[in-house]
């Protein structure tokens, strides 16, 4: 099993506009095969820090995921809403 945590620094005034692009993303992705999990959480201190908390059967379905239309189509959307600050994280599980 894989984890990804995915954060992204919204720009100020941009959340909702961030909030929309996701529900479609997290709509798609979790009808994809090996996705166990896909959910997005937002920050209680800051309400510009979102997080993409995903769990996947395995990294070939992670890859597919990263390469499916929704997510080469909404990614980069949600990207020009964002800091460079954002990163990605890929946890495999150990115990």
Same mark, same amino acid.
């Given at each position: 099993?894989?984890?990804?945590?995915?954060?992204?620094?919204?720009?100020?005034?941009?959340?909702?506009?961030?909030?929309?692009?996701?529900?479609?993303?997290? +709509?798609?992705? +979790?009808? *994809?095969?090996?996705?166990?999990?896909?959910?997005?959480?937002?920050? !209680?201190? %800051?309400? /510009?820090?979102?997080?993409?908390? &995903? !769990?996947?059967?395995?990294? !070939?379905?992670? /890859?597919?995921?990263? %390469?499916?239309?929704?997510?080469? +189509?909404?990614?980069?959307?949600? +990207? &020009?809403?964002?800091? *460079?600050?954002?990163?990605? %994280?890929?946890?495999?599980?150990?115990?």
């Amino acid at each position: 099993m894989i984890k990804v945590v995915a954060k992204k620094n919204v720009n100020e005034g941009e959340v909702e506009k961030v909030i929309k692009l996701y529900e479609e993303l997290v +709509r798609e992705t +979790r009808k *994809e095969t090996g996705c166990i999990k896909y959910e997005l959480y937002q920050d !209680e201190k %800051n309400i /510009n820090i979102l997080a993409v908390i &995903e !769990e996947w059967e395995d990294k !070939e379905c992670l /890859n597919k995921h990263m %390469n499916s239309e929704h997510f080469i +189509r909404i990614v980069p959307m949600i +990207r &020009e809403l964002t800091s *460079e600050k954002s990163d990605m %994280n890929i946890y495999n599980k150990l115990i």
